[in-house]
């Protein structure tokens, strides 16, 4: 059976990564290239690099990002983009930002270099680009051709955005492991419509480990803005490892529970890994994992303040049985969720969210309780 996996055409990641897009432009044969940033970026990122481009030589034209990737806002900032008849989109910020960035390259038919500016994501490697309605709810998908033409990671630019962002990108790089595995299982298929390579689920395995082994050094650095070699090895998980890792390795539980916890208002407003963080212990929860694979998992979030309960989650008041039931079915009507075995059935689903909710409060209690713990908040960052 023929399979497929995708990469980014080059990844650059380390500290003041950006001075190198000049020589890329010019290597890719680059000419005139057009920005999407959002203000904030606009303001405290993108005039150094253009700076740097304009002693190159180079002629950048501009697009602010409005702050959510619609039909509407691609359509307008397509109209805006042909006036500087560019070659390539540089695309600087978040996800959103990103994804807009590569509709217009798609819509013009034209390059693209991703700069993420926070890791709160792996959007910056893949071909996907996710559609929003301005209530901001998903209204589609779409893709690329192929994979960005370069991926350009600048570590010094990632450590100083506030960490929630950092932590958000270990959720949402967390879950590929399992995902990737019970797609596979399930005979489900990956971004590309074929069924895993063996390599794409051994990266989303690696991404996983290097985020047991080095998430809560690195997120302790972050905390304190500082880069180290454990804060490099974690970013190149959550944008790269687990880019590849879900695109090509696929989906699966914890993924598809994103369109039914966002059905609850409280939960909607939530960084997207921090919903996948929790729906990773739902998955492990369905799959009937050891408890020991269990407690490492919540070992993992806690240390690194990714939420573990529906309390966490914002959500004031237990939920109802009537709003796990919405949960369930927004749940199974995403593709996604056909990629378990056995195959998902609504009354364990029901029964696993409820059960993630009470194991995480009463693991996050236990650990708040105990002043010992490494994981306290009165105890010495290691």
């Known amino acids: 059976m023929i399979k497929t996996i995708g990469f980014p055409g080059r990844y650059v990641q380390g500290p003041h990564a950006l001075g190198c897009l000049a020589a890329l432009l010019k290597e890719f044969g680059l000419s005139r290239p ?7 970026v606009g303001t405290h990122i993108l005039p150094a690099t253009l700076e740097l481009l304009h002693i190159e030589g180079f002629t950048v034209g ?5 702050g959510e990737c619609t039909a509407a806002v691609i359509a307008a900032m397509g109209a805006q ?18 994804d807009t960035a590569k509709a217009l390259a798609r ?6 270099i991703v700069c993420p500016t926070i890791a709160s994501s792996d959007a910056p490697t893949s071909r996907l680009i996710v559609r929003y309605t301005d209530a901001h709810r998903v209204d589609g998908v779409d893709y690329l051709t192929r994979n960005p033409d370069a991926v350009v990671v600048d570590t010094a630019v990632i450590v100083q955005a506030p960490p929630r962002f950092f932590a958000a990108g270990i959720g949402d790089a967390i879950s590929k492991k399992f995902e990737a595995r019970q797609c596979s299982l399930a005979g489900g298929m990956n ?5 895993p390579l063996h390599t794409a689920l051994m990266l989303a395995d690696m991404a996983y480990d290097t985020i047991r082994v080095h998430g809560h050094a690195a997120y302790r650095c972050v905390e304190q803005q500082q880069l180290s070699p454990e804060v490099e090895r974690v970013i190149e998980a959550t944008v790269l490892l687990s880019g590849i890792g879900f695109e090509s390795g696929g989906l699966s539980l914890a993924h598809a529970l994103i369109r039914g916890m966002t059905a609850i208002p409280a939960m909607a407003s939530r960084l997207h890994g921090e919903l996948v963080a929790f729906g990773t212990l739902v998955q492990l929860l369905v799959e009937e994992r050891p408890g020991a694979e269990i407690d490492e998992l919540l070992q993992i979030l806690c ?17 109802t049985d009537l709003n796990l039931q919405v949960i369930v079915e927004h749940t199974l009507c995403a593709a996604y969720s056909r990629n378990m075995h056995p195959p998902l059935v609504a009354a364990k689903l029901a029964h696993c969210l409820a059960e993630a909710d009470r ?7 236990s ?3 105990n002043p010992l713990h490494p994981l306290h908040p009165s105890s010495t960052p290691p």
């Open 34 to 40: 057009v920005t999407v940033a959002d203000a904030l």
């Open 62 to 66: 501009n697009l602010t990002f409005p």
């Open 81 to 98: 983009a042909r006036q500087f008849t560019p070659d390539v989109v540089i695309a600087m910020g978040g996800g959103k930002a990103i």
């Open 107 to 112: 819509q013009m038919g034209i390059a693209i």
């Open 191 to 195: 971004s590309f419509g074929t069924p």
């Open 303 to 319: 240390a690194i303040d990714l939420p573990v309960s529906f309390a966490q989650l914002g959500v004031g008041e237990a939920l």
């Open 359 to 365: 194991i995480g409060t009463r693991f996050k209690r």
């Open 367 to 369: 650990l708040m309780l």
